[in-house]
Each structure stands twice: as structure tokens, then as C-alpha cells.
């Protein structure tokens, strides 16, 4: 993994298009979570929408063999900014396949977006069609009475 400060995000890093890098992405962000005391529950939930967003960048987004998916993380106080980037640049419906995943049976894959829109509390897509895909998610690193 090669680790860069860029923009407003604390950490970047730039992954092949492997899907054994999800693996490592995830267990350093787990570690950082794990040294701010976060709640286990709330990094069960940023784990899932993190696989989910990586897995999706690399199999749906990556556009050329060689390139990269960009993970980025910043911590504001008490809440983690995630955002996930692809080189695909394919501009889609993120409603549609989060609806989908609801009425389909899908056996295994596809419920990605629905996932990471109930397991973050926001989630935003940024599309530069032909270039990339960027999907932002924030959470608070606060455990609610929920």
C-alpha cells in the first residue's frame, strides 16, 4: 500500500485492483478505530460499508488492468470520513440497486449500496463520467441508544 497526505483527507492510500487489498485496507483503518476506542458495533459497520465500497471499486469500477482504487479516511472529532474512488468514471443509479437489493433475491453480491446506506450515516456519490466514481460516507464514531 503506498500511503500519501493529499486534499482534506488525513490518509490516502493507492490499492491495485486486487481484491486481497480490501483485506489490508481494512485491517489498518481497523486498527486506527480501534486505537480512538471505538465502540465494536460501530466498527462492525464501517468494516462492512468499507468492504463493500472496495470490493465495488475494484470489480465494477476499475477500468484499466494497472490502475488504482483510492481509499481515503480523515477523523473530525467524532466522526470518520471514508471516501472510496475508482478509475471506471461508469455513471450509475445508486437508488435503483439499493431498491433492487430489497425486492430481489439476489443469492450472493449485489446488496453493496444497500449496506453501506444503512450502515453509514450518509452516503454521497460524486461521478465524473469516463474518469472516476467516488462514493463519500460519514459516520459517527458515537455510540446512540439505538
Known amino acids: ?5 493529499v486534499n ?4 490516502t492510500f493507492l490499492l491495485p485492483i486486487d481484491i486481497r487489498e480490501v483485506n489490508k485496507a481494512r485491517l489498518s483503518l481497523d486498527q486506527e478505530l480501534k486505537d480512538k476506542e471505538v465502540p465494536p458495533k460501530i466498527m462492525f459497520q464501517i468494516s462492512l460499508a468499507l468492504d463493500e465500497a472496495m470490493t465495488n471499486a475494484i470489480e465494477h469500477g476499475a477500468s484499466n488492468v494497472g490502475d488504482c482504487v483510492e481509499l481515503a479516511y480523515r477523523f473530525e472529532e467524532k466522526t470518520l470520513e471514508l471516501s472510496v474512488k475508482d478509475s471506471g468514471g461508469i ?3 445508486p437508488e435503483f440497486f439499493e431498491q433492487l437489493a430489497v425486492i ?5 453480491g449485489g446488496r453493496g449500496i444497500f449496506l453501506i446506506k ?8 460524486v461521478f465524473s463520467p469516463g ?3 467516488r462514493i463519500i460516507m460519514r459516520k459517527s464514531l458515537i455510540e446512540t441508544g439505538e
Open 91 to 93: 455513471v450509475f443509479n
Open 131 to 133: 474518469k472516476s466514481t
Open 1 to 5: 500500500m503506498n500511503v500519501a497526505m
Open 104 to 108: 430481489r433475491d439476489w443469492g450472493t
Open 8 to 11: 482534506r483527507y488525513q490518509t
Open 118 to 125: 444503512n450502515y453509514m450515516d450518509e452516503v454521497y456519490f
